[in-house]
């Protein structure tokens, strides 16, 4: 088994004064150092030849690994395992090639000078990643910290709050923590005008909705409301059912067939941050329209693709879970679908017309699971009155395979 031959260290804003005597050795007996340019300049003292990341980070990655067999320290903020560059690398390389020293992470510095229990807070990094990602956690009285690229990301986000009814909410922008740099100001998000934020830079939100903000509900049948589309929309009663049928877990990922607005993939990504889902819809007008939903509501990492099943299927991941909500009839589509499902997982189908509803008799028939016939009225005028209105039925077969 080869010896670990790379060194992952924690940098606080305090620099090398602030590591333990292991962690520096790892510095002192390395061949080379390697980070982002705060860090190298932090350990420039050394006197060893150095590696800068290049942006996108992943660039770096094959340079690095070509080090191997050399000793290598890779110099991170903080705790490198948090938000950090150390679940990159442990993704490439064996746990054993490795030793890590942590360090306080931005996380746990913010909390201390907040007074806010760490267990009780959300905490995301949002360096390289959408600000949307927040919508799924603005509920009031939540607490979120969040590490941001520059204070330009610190403006955006307020203004985003301010845009969505969330102004009221309270800022606390943290700089430089736990050096000589520190600073820490407040502001509301809809009177945010801080402009001299220094990188790094935490940003902590105490969530205040106003009248105006539109929550969004922890359960599954999110307000039709909420979604853009032209008609190609599951209902909301029976977006509910379905994601009860395809019942997601966690660390699971969805093929979601005739995707039409993207409702059943965005749900699916909703109920686990760690979930994945794939969308096929065969209409180019409607792709933008579920992109757009998905960042909307917090999910931008909706993949949806432009293509016709079967054949879009093609080289896909295996699935954990697949609906298929459009495009039933078409020949081979459920061969494709069941020998491409692992063991256990879920397929779901809702049919409205009676050919694809013959479709699913058929496969139960062949493979048992439920069959559910679906009906919703919905109270509506009649001239000065008002009567029930049914929509149109919907037959959906699930099951485990």
């Known amino acids: ?222 307000p039709d409301e909420l979604f853009q589309h032209d008609g190609q929309l599951t209902k909301r009663e029976i977006r509910a059912v379905t994601l009860s049928s395809l019942a997601p877990r966690g660390n699971e990922l969805l093929w979601d067939i005739g995707a039409g607005s993207g409702a059943i993939g965005i749900e699916w990504l909703l109920a686990d941050a760690r979930n994945r889902a794939i969308g096929i819809e065969p209409r180019a007008d409607r792709l933008q329209v579920a992109r757009a939903n998905a960042a909307a509501l917090g999910v931008p990492h909706l993949d949806i693709r432009h293509g016709r099943a079967p054949e879009a299927l093609a080289g896909l991941p295996t699935p954990d879970a697949v609906f298929i909500g459009g495009g039933g009839t078409e020949p081979g589509l459920f061969e494709a679908v069941w020998q491409a499902l692992r063991p256990g997982g879920r397929l779901v189908a809702n049919a409205v017309t009676l050919e694809t509803e013959a479709l699913l008799i058929a496969w139960h028939r062949r493979h048992g699971g439920s069959l559910l016939r679906l009906a919703v009225e919905r109270a509506s005028a009649v001239g000065g009155f008002t009567a029930w209105r049914a929509a149109m039925p919907i037959v959906q077969w699930s099951v485990r395979k």
């Open 1 to 222: 088994m080869m010896e670990p031959w790379l060194s992952i260290v924690g940098l606080g804003e305090d620099g090398i004064d602030g590591l333990s005597a292991a962690a520096r050795e790892a510095i002192e007996q390395a061949d080379l150092l390697a980070g982002g340019a705060r860090h190298l300049k932090l350990a420039a003292g050394f006197g060893k030849p150095m590696l800068a990341w290049e942006v996108p980070f992943e660039a770096s990655i094959p340079k690095l690994l070509a080090e191997r067999g050399r000793r290598v320290a890779v110099l991170a903020s903080g705790d490198p395992f948090w938000f950090g560059v150390g679940g990159t690398l442990a993704a490439r390389l064996p746990l054993a090639e490795m030793r890590v020293w942590p360090a306080p992470s931005t996380f746990g510095w913010a909390a201390a000078r907040l007074g806010w229990p760490l267990e009780q807070v959300t905490t995301l990094g949002l360096h390289a990643r959408p600000i949307t990602l927040l919508r799924p956690h603005l509920t009031p009285q939540a607490r979120l910290i969040v590490l941001l690229r520059d204070g330009a990301a610190a403006a955006l986000i307020a203004a985003y709050l301010d845009g969505l009814g969330f102004g009221a909410s309270r800022l606390t922008v943290l700089e430089a923590l736990g050096g000589p740099r520190e600073r820490i100001r407040q502001a509301h998000a809809h009177a945010f005008a801080l402009d001299d934020i220094q990188a790094p830079v935490a940003l902590a939100i105490e969530v205040q909705a106003e009248a105006q903000a539109v929550l969004m509900p922890r359960t599954s049948g999110l």
